[in-house]
């Protein structure tokens, strides 16, 4: 089991920046991949920004040369750094890991993080 907690959400200002933290525990030691989702009003969730275990990362079109997204402490901690924001981007930002054992693939959620963009 793998629970997760997503830190950092409140308002900001188009422009502004923000980063977000998800703080991971329980048996972490079997997360694979980590990723912020993100879920906008009446719209459906959608990948905001990934990486592997290896360490490679990718983001949405939307946000590329934008947000970042990083680790610490051997992925017990998830950022995401989200710079020159949009009023578009006002959101319920998840954080969400994979999990590997026994030849299993497990996923876990946050409950969430509201980040309203203000124009």
């Known amino acids: 089991q793998v629970q997760l907690v997503e830190s950092g959400g409140g308002l900001v200002q188009a422009g502004g920046s923000l980063r977000l933290s998800c703080s991971a525990s329980?048996?972490?030691?079997?997360?694979?991949?980590m990723a912020w989702y993100r879920q906008a009003p009446g719209k459906e969730r959608e990948l905001v920004a990934g990486?592997?275990?290896?360490?490679?990362?990718n983001n949405a079109d939307t946000v590329k040369g934008r947000f970042t997204i990083s680790t610490a402490n051997a992925k017990s901690t998830l950022y995401l750094q989200m710079n020159r924001r949009k009023p578009e981007g006002t959101a319920v930002y998840y954080c969400?890991?994979?999990?590997?054992?026994?030849?299993?693939?497990?996923?876990?959620w946050g409950t969430g993080t509201l980040v309203p963009v203000s124009s």
């Open positions: 969400a890991a994979v999990c590997v054992a026994w030849g299993a693939n497990s996923s876990y």
């Open positions: 329980g048996n972490t030691d079997c997360i694979s991949t």
């Open positions: 990486m592997t275990e290896g360490g490679t990362t």
